[in-house]
């Protein structure tokens, strides 16, 4: 298992005004998962581009407000919203906001490769199936266990043909089951802390992350005083 902490992170601009911590990546020795945690300062913006073979993105947002652009339509996103852009779909976040904006990008491919294109012509949209708005896929996280709430981000139901992510919000004193699936499985802390549920010595604050291995067991208890919010990203799909 691969911890990696904030505090011993440098960002680097991934574009000029967007700078990104990386969280999963060939850098770090994975395999079919590629994550960073990347943020947009207020003007900034990553330009129109889509990505080939299997590089879908799902885009989580964290913190603030982006212009979206999805497969020529414009909308806005907002924190809990995630966006799917399947390989080939042409898709841009300007931020025309005063304030910075932060998200979660997850591909389930090591090497993504990106194209940029020209900027296309928008149609104005309130909503898109590819944009999962934040809490509207909230379920227990198993059965009979209490405490703990799966919300889904991206998946089959947004478009997805090989990612799975979702949020795990763990209440105090709670803890999720220990778990194993065949595939690397990444796991950020978006707020709060967390234990290991099967060893106390793994301890994760907000920002920290863990790169699981295939078929090596995980779980988390939050043992503090504060709800703990985590992003789970799976290189393979629900169901």
């Known amino acids: 298992m691969l911890i990696i902490r904030r505090v011993d992170q440098e960002q680097t601009d991934r ?3 967007c700078p ?3 969280i999963a990546s ?3 020795g ?3 998962v590629h994550v960073g945690d990347l943020s947009y300062l207020p003007g900034a ?3 129109h581009h889509y990505h080939t073979g299997r590089s879908e993105e799902s885009q989580i947002m964290l913190e603030g407000e982006l212009e979206c652009w999805v497969d020529g339509k414009r909308t806005t996103v907002y924190p809990g919203d995630t966006v799917t852009a399947p390989p080939g779909i042409g898709h841009a976040f300007p931020n025309r906001t005063d304030k910075p904006a932060r998200m979660v990008t997850a591909f389930p491919t090591t090497l993504p490769e990106t194209v940029h294109t020209g900027d296309p012509e928008l149609e104005d949209v309130e909503e898109h199936p590819a944009i999962i708005r934040a809490g509207t896929r909230t379920s227990q996280y198993a059965e009979g266990v209490e405490g703990v709430e799966r919300v889904e981000l991206s998946g089959s139901f947004s478009g997805a043909k090989t990612t799975y992510t979702y949020f795990v919000d763990i209440q105090p004193g709670a803890a999720t089951p220990v778990d194993s699936n065949g595939s690397e499985t990444v796991v950020f802390v978006v707020s709060g802390s967390v ?3 099967s060893s106390e010595e793994l301890e ?3 920002s920290d992350a863990v790169v699981v291995e295939p078929n090596e067991s995980y779980g988390f208890a939050n043992k503090g005083d504060t709800a703990a919010r985590l992003i789970v990203v799976h290189p393979f799909l629900n169901g």
């Open 15 to 17: 574009y000029p005004g």
């Open 20 to 22: 990104r911590f990386p």
């Open 26 to 28: 060939t850098d770090t």
């Open 30 to 32: 994975q395999k079919t």
């Open 45 to 47: 913006g990553v330009p």
């Open 195 to 197: 234990v290991g549920a």
């Open 204 to 206: 994760l604050g907000t």
